[in-house]
């Protein structure tokens, strides 16, 4: 056989015939193949009876091939190796797309059970029944119509539910104790879950907040206690800090269905219910529902090449006692899986409605390519090449649209893996990190070292639902791993984290070069602790908290930071500035252009605070007499049924310059009012025992802060500051300040501490916000003292930065996304190199 001729599959063949004719011959004695199985036994027959290697190609003709068990590629599949006399050369074994034609290689299946029309729950359905569930030998949580993923009923239909109670956590370890603190129950607020609801151990809960979310079924539920009790431990703590308990959704209700694109398994029956969407017909809707995990598995395969492929409709079967992995959805399997696969590759593949991630690389797979594909609607995460891997290649690829099942997967996460390139993706719309590297936690020996990440387009990440995340994540020692080019915006974390470049725990010896970074909800570049890593020629616009911060400042030098512009509005250029912090010996900065669009370019001393965040509160039951001091001011009144005030836990915290803090519980207390378009809020707080020193003087300031955000999905908000002698600020992220804004405020000094009192125009805040709809109001609270903002004199004066300038860069249009440098830059004096971030992401065929 040679290079030109080829087998060919198609759904109209014949597994007796040859499969050497693209369709059936006129006497209908020959023609293709029926089946993929029998395509491979074809090529093994074929690669047997050749005296000279040559490429071998198969030609899969259009329609849905519905896989009974997973299509399985080993050693015997490969095409021929490399040659001693020419080493780059290979000759593949080809599965590819008949031209003009796409193939679906499906591990779903299509419903085909007769519909009907039923009333379900007070409105039309349609209802079929599946005898293989109701035998118990099928069941799926995942469902497609006409291409086009539905969800099970949930609860709440929009949004998120907050515990209530975080039965079991323990506190006492911190942070860390988040690990640790998993727990097989949870207080929930009247309400929000039944006893009676139907097969109630099919119901499944969410938990969300932290960097992963773990997925637990409900096992009983004590509605006069408001207690729920889980089939598994949940291995995350269900609180952020006591009284103050993580987002959570319930899935799976059939009493909740009552929603177009919403369906329904009921298990013991076999019966599937779908609420159709306007416009779909029972008649000549496809409805797909998956059977298998695994699509396609390469082991020990080598030389083989997918062209033109779709595989789509996998499921992920939890293990028991499963409820997440310890970050970034790592244990959860691909669609499409290679283990110990050498030189394979896939070129305009798509892997669509997964259930997991879309595809992984495993145990020692090595120079595997993905080329021009399209992985959307994903389960978890897009590509995980994983631990042993050895310089793979994603390139050109979108992947998109992901944690559907997981919300912790990411775009492409690399493990302990080597020598891999990630260059020219598009990656977008996912809960979590676009791109994580690294998995090694310290400075201990690593194995994911030489990666590079470069021209990547990514954005939109995070959606407000978790934390600790960056567009481009990296964990410990990495040396020779570049990012480079890269166009990394919006990302928006739950309650901390939204970074668009994290360098983790030990990242160290990375070269982080020519990216542009903008609109995070938090910095623009956050780094742990690491050791030397390079941060040059990089824009870094818009952070929400400050451009740049460093957690664990260490006695040597972590970054170095040469000739980049870093852009505020109204947010310092870093976070935590101190005598010990920031310091020449731990961050190196020269060349380096700040600007401010709204002010002095500032530099935030001292620590950062604690943050409660939680839905608006429309709270009950004033206490007479709390708050006597302040009286009636600003006075406010209360209409007949309008809700009074709540109590809300917060947290204090009292700063030194070096960032060490004491957070006293209970020392503080708030109590809000929603009155129409404002909002009123007293606060009481009582002086600490004692105060720290620090450089000879003491600090005799406390104040508290609340971050209103009007919009779940736009990054506008309003940063309101009361200090104890009466200072007030207001600072807007991302937004612009309304005209005629008021904020009424006034504080007075008690036996035993502080009084505060604000009335706030909520109205005005969402209009600056620039949202659409009606708010969907959350605040955050941060509680410490005030910080000293330093100045450019003063940050010059520590021995930072002798060269660096404050200018603007003469941007053509940075609010729009247009960082384009106008001619007269002053940047340019700086050795900066203008580079064209437009660039990245996919290329052009």
């Known amino acids: ?358 595809v992984e690389l495993d145990r020692s797979t090595i120079e595997t390519t993905l080329e021009r594909c399209e992985l959307r609607d994903l389960g978890a995460g897009g590509v995980r090449i994983w631990h042993g891997c050895r310089r793979n290649v994603v390139s050109d690829c979108e992947i998109a649209d992901g944690g559907h099942f997981s919300p912790a997967g990411v775009g492409v996460l690399i493990g302990k893996s080597t020598g891999n390139r990630i260059e020219h993706n598009h990656i977008h719309d996912f809960f979590y990190s676009g791109i994580s590297a690294g998995w090694n936690w310290g400075y201990g020996e690593s194995d994911g070292y030489g990666n590079l990440i470069e021209w990547n387009h990514i954005h939109g990440l995070g959606k407000g639902l978790l934390s600790d995340m960056g567009g481009i994540y990296l964990l410990g020692h990495a040396a020779g791993t570049r990012l480079r080019f890269n166009h990394v915006h919006d990302i928006t974390c739950r309650r901390y984290g939204g970074w668009c470049i994290y360098t983790d725990e030990g990242s160290s010896d990375v070269l982080i070069e020519s990216n542009l970074c903008y609109n995070a909800n938090e910095h623009l570049f956050h780094q742990h602790y690491g050791r030397n890593n390079q941060v040059r020629n990089n824009i870094f616009a818009y952070g929400g908290d400050a451009v740049l911060a460093y957690s664990k400042q260490e006695p040597h030098l972590g970054l170095a930071f040469e000739s980049n512009i870093l852009l505020s509005r109204g947010t310092p250029i870093l976070r935590g500035v101190g005598p010990d912090r920031w310091t020449p010996r731990q961050a190196a900065f020269h060349r380096n252009l700040y600007w401010c669009e709204t002010g002095p370019v500032t530099f935030r001393r001292g620590g950062s605070a604690i943050y409660a965040s939680q839905p608006f509160p429309n709270g009950f039951q004033a206490e007479a007499g709390r708050y006597a001091a302040l009286g009636d001011v600003p006075a406010v009144t209360r209409k007949p049924g309008e809700a009074d005030w709540k109590r809300a836990r917060i947290l204090t915290r009292f700063v030194t310059s070096s960032g060490a803090a004491e957070a006293r519980p209970g020392a503080c207390e708030l109590r809000f009012l929603r009155q129409g378009g404002a909002l009123h809020i007293r606060g009481a707080f009582k002086r600490p025992p004692q105060r720290e020193s620090v450089g000879g003087g003491l600090w005799d300031r406390e104040h508290f802060e609340l971050f209103l955000k009007p919009f779940a999905n736009r990054p506008g908000m309003a940063q309101l500051g009361l200090a104890s002698d009466g200072e007030t600020a207001v600072i807007w992220h991302a937004c612009e300040a309304p005209a005629g804004f008021a904020m009424r405020a006034e504080a007075v000094t008690t036996a035993d501490g502080w009084q505060a009192a604000l009335l706030l125009p909520l109205d005005a805040i969402a209009a600056a916000a620039g949202g659409d709809g009606p708010p969907a109001w959350r605040f955050l609270a941060g509680f410490g003292m005030l910080p000293e903002a330093g100045d450019w004199a003063g940050w010059q004066a520590q021995g930072h930065d002798p060269e660096g300038v404050v200018a603007d860069p003469l941007f053509v249009d940075p609010g729009k996304g247009d960082f384009r440098l106008r001619p007269g830059s002053p940047v340019l004096a700086l050795g900066f190199v203008p580079f064209d971030p437009t660039a990245a992401g996919v290329r052009k065929a």
């Open 1 to 358: 056989m040679n290079d030109a001729s080829g087998f060919h599959v198609s759904l109209a063949g014949n597994d007796a015939w040859s499969g050497l004719l693209p369709e059936p011959d006129a006497a209908h004695s020959d023609g293709p193949l029926r089946t993929l199985e029998a395509a491979q036994a074809a090529v093994r027959r074929q690669k047997a009876a050749m005296k000279e290697p040559a490429e071998i190609r198969i030609w899969v003709h259009g329609g849905t091939y519905e896989l009974t068990q997973p299509w399985l590629f080993t050693a015997q599949d490969s095409g021929f190796p490399r040659a001693a006399a020419a080493l780059a050369q290979t000759w593949p074994v080809v599965w590819a797309a008949f031209p003009g034609e796409a193939p679906v290689i499906s591990g779903g299946r299509r419903i085909a059970s007769p519909w009907r029309q039923e009333t379900v729950n007070g409105r039309k359905a349609w209802v079929t029944e599946i005898p293989e569930v109701a035998a118990g030998r099928w069941t799926f949580r995942q469902l497609w119509v006409n291409g086009r993923r539905r969800h099970r009923p949930r609860l709440p239909k929009t949004g998120v539910w907050q515990v209530d109670r975080a039965l079991d956590a323990c506190y006492a370890g911190g942070h860390a104790e988040t690990i640790r603190g998993g727990a097989c129950r949870f207080g929930f607020k009247a309400g929000e879950l039944r006893a009676d609801w139907r097969n109630l151990r099919d119901i499944e809960l969410l938990f969300f907040g932290w960097w992963v979310a773990p997925r637990v079924w409900l096992s009983a539920v004590d509605e006069a206690g408001r207690i729920a009790w889980f089939d598994r431990n949940t291995m995350l703590r269900l609180a952020w800090e006591e009284g103050s308990g993580v987002d959570y959704r319930v899935e799976n209700v059939f009493e909740a269905f009552t929603d177009p694109g919403e369906w329904y398994l009921d298990r013991p029956t076999g019966k599937l219910c779908y609420r159709p969407m306007p416009g779909e017909e029972m008649a000549s809707a496809e409805v797909v529902a998956p059977r298998l995990e695994t699509l396609l598995r390469l082991d020990g395969a080598a030389n083989l090449r997918f062209e033109g492929l779709t595989f789509a409709h996998s499921e992920w079967r939890q293990p028991g006692h499963f409820a997440d992995s310890s970050q970034a959805s790592s244990d959860v399997p691909g669609a499409v899986v290679l283990h110990h696969a050498d030189n394979c590759g896939f070129r305009n593949c798509r892997v669509l409605h997964t259930g997991s991630y879309g």
